[in-house]
Structure formats: C-alpha cells, structure tokens
C-alpha cells in the first residue's frame, strides 16, 4: 500500500510569512508525529497526535508552530510569521495502534526561509 | 529523559565488508525499544531493524544484525557483505514502553561504501 507522504516536498518563504506543510499517514494508522531535522542532526520531535487530538506537544518550540489532525487522517503543521531558524527539513511518521509501534517515515518537507 | 550517543560521524567500509555501527543510549527504564533508520541521500527515512529490550536475542533482518547489551546500554548495528546501496547516514534511536510516544535519535553515522 502507498506510505507516508508529505507536500510539498520543498517550500521556499520569506522571513515573516506564513506556511502549512502536509502529511498523509498510511491508510489506517491512528498515530502520526511530526518531527524536525537540520542539516547533518537526528530528528527531533515536535508533536503526536492519537486520532485527532495531539496526545503530546511538548516539542513545539514555540507558539508559532501548531499543528492540526481534523478528521484523524492528513495532518497539517503550521508555521506563523517564519524566521530563519525555522529552516529544516520537517518529517511526519505515523504508526498503527497506540503502543510504541515502529514509525514510518514520509519523504520530508524541506521548507528554507530566506 | 533519554538521550542516545553515536560515536561515529563518518565511516567506510569496502564492497563485499563488514562494518559495525555503534551506539550508546541512556535510560532509567527497564522496557524501551530500540531501533536503527537509514536515510539515504536525498531520500526518506526507512526502518533497518528493531529491537525490544527485554528480548534476549539479538534482532536480525538479512545482512543486518544488532548486538544488543543491555547492562552496558549498548545497541551496535553489523552490516555484513556491504552493499553500494547501503551508503547512507544511520541513525540509532529509542522509544520508550511508557506513555511517551517519541522517537529519541543519535546524531546519525554517515556510512559510504566503497567500490
């Protein structure tokens, strides 16, 4: 069956402005994360919903970053009045159940403010 | 909170060797997950193999197998008869069996292998 996948796959924006990123989990999969990855790091974790309600968002750096699951499928990450720091490659993983269950990575967003 | 240690930067190994990956993590619990991801260049992030820490014996998938110390939180990847297509960055990472639900990664192992 198809993965993860994430659009767009990259994302160029002015310091200031504001910007969504997309996620579509694997058909049925209840759990999706949201992760953030500089150049030559590990991901770091952002926030994990269960559903459609974020079970945590303690990764979120700060109130410029939400994040949304509606109807408990497709996510959406959004980014208020950008800065530079923000430039990351942004990953969604999502996984079946709601133990520790392995996580399956989307492509990534790569979103670069200029 | 957990954190997880990769030693290794950068590796090489020749066509048809084998390597060994290592890392370390730090942890009060007693039941967690541990896993290995490889992202190639340019690509996305796919599963190589995971662990649960109260299993004994070590994981194994093909030419990738794990040597798992448990009282030395130790988690090494060996790849065996090295491929082109397994140059990639390696990250280790770690879950834990609570209620958190967050993948805790290593700084990553670039490996490339040689022709």
């Known amino acids: 069956g198809a993965g993860v996948s994430q659009t767009p796959s990259n994302k160029v924006t002015e310091k200031g402005k504001y910007v969504e990123l997309r996620c579509d989990p694997i058909?049925?999969?209840?759990?999706l994360y949201w992760y953030r990855q500089s150049l030559g790091q590990g991901p770091e974790f952002l926030i994990y919903?269960?559903?459609?309600?974020?079970?945590?968002d303690s990764g979120l750096p700060n109130d410029r970053f939400f994040a949304v699951r509606p109807e408990g499928s497709v996510s959406t990450l959004k980014i208020q009045r950008t800065e530079r720091g923000d430039s990351a490659m942004y990953l969604c993983?999502?996984?079946?159940?709601?133990?520790?269950?392995?996580?399956?990575f989307g492509p990534g967003t790569r979103l670069t403010v200029l | 909170a957990q954190t997880v240690t990769q030693s290794q930067p950068e590796m090489s190994v020749q066509e048809a060797e084998t390597v060994t990956l290592s890392c370390t993590y730090d942890?009060?619990?007693?039941?967690?997950?541990l896993f290995w991801y490889k992202q190639p260049p340019s690509r996305q992030m796919i599963l190589v193999i995971r662990?649960?820490?109260?299993?004994?014996q070590n994981a194994t998938e093909n030419r990738f197998s794990v040597n798992f110390q448990k009282a030395a939180k130790s988690f090494s990847l060996k790849i065996s008869d090295s491929q082109l297509g397994d140059t990639a960055m390696y990250f280790c990472?770690?879950?834990?069996?609570?209620?958190?639900?967050?993948?805790?990664f290593g700084s990553g192992t670039q490996l490339t292998v040689l022709p």
């Open positions: 993983a999502s996984s079946s159940g709601t133990g520790p269950n392995t996580q399956y």
């Open positions: 990472a770690f879950i834990s069996s609570g209620s958190a639900r967050q993948l805790t």
């Open positions: 662990q649960e820490a109260y299993k004994q």
């Open positions: 942890t009060s619990e007693s039941n967690y997950y």
């Open positions: 058909s049925g999969h209840t759990a």
């Open positions: 919903f269960q559903g459609t309600g974020a079970a945590d």
